[in-house]
């Protein structure tokens, strides 16, 4: 029974810190200034829909077949092709294949890029990273930076594809993030994006410990629910205890 009392006030304490972070916490996000904490403070919010001359698109079907095999340096390897969709970039037509289909955009995906006028693979390539980000930008910062790394991405921790990091020399140190195999712009974010994020992650216990999610559904939070059933249990059967003994009366 010792051992039982003594877990139960070590629970307690866990609990009573955590309930402070969450009340903490929540009250952040109801004073917040929340367009701020979304990180598109110099974000263009309007992108043209650039022209298409259908007459100069290429039959989509051929390059459905033709990049449906990946040349590989021992033998040619089946890869299907799940979708194909005309998209825009830069004013240009793309056709976007997709090979390995995630659920959301965010999910891993593994795209191909086809020029649709002249038919040629088109690549993500850093030249290319910078005009798709200095177009969603309109802050007076220049570039000081790209950086091509790998998930998990601190500003988006759900982000599950590899990315492009371009970032900006402005007073809120802006950076744009695009998907390396799509082209896809997976948003901006800057320090009142990464000050409100940093609340977020105390609010959901996304610590990183046992592998940030960027969301409320992780390990952390099932083992403190785990403990939180302890200290209930635990309280539980001091009061049974209490009973037994005495201590409750009913006059």
């Not at 980000?133 to 910062?141: H, I, L, Q, V």
Request: with cysteine; net charge neutral.
């Amino acid at each position: 029974m010792k051992l039982i009392k003594s877990l139960h006030k070590w629970l307690s304490v866990l609990v009573a810190l955590q309930l402070l972070i969450w009340l903490a916490s929540g009250l952040f996000f109801n004073l917040m200034d929340h367009s701020k904490a979304r990180g598109n403070e110099y974000r263009v919010k309007t992108e043209k829909r650039a022209a298409i001359d259908t007459a100069r698109l290429l039959e989509p079907s051929v390059y459905l077949v033709k990049y449906a095999l990946k040349q590989n340096s021992l033998e040619q390897q089946a890869r299907p092709v799940y979708s194909i969709k005309l998209i825009t970039l830069l004013s240009q037509p793309y056709y976007l294949l997709n090979h390995s289909r995630g659920l959301y955009p965010h999910f891993y995906n593994e795209h191909l890029l086809i020029n649709a006028y002249t038919g040629e693979q088109q690549s993500i390539d850093e030249e290319m990273v910078l005009n798709i980000a200095s177009s969603s930008y309109n802050g007076s910062g220049e570039v000081k930076s790209t950086v091509k790394i790998l998930p998990p991405i601190a500003d988006f921790p759900k982000e599950q594809n590899s990315v492009w990091q371009i970032n900006f020399a402005d007073e809120l140190n802006t950076s744009a993030y695009i998907d390396v195999s799509s082209g896809r712009l997976v948003g901006h974010s800057n320090d009142d994006k990464r000050f409100a994020d940093f609340f977020f992650m105390l609010h959901f216990m996304d610590y990183g410990l046992m592998g940030a999610e960027g969301g409320f559904n992780n390990g952390l939070v099932i083992f403190f629910a785990l403990l939180l059933l302890i200290f209930c249990l635990t309280g539980a059967i001091w009061v049974i205890e209490l009973i037994n003994k005495g201590r409750y009366k009913i006059r």
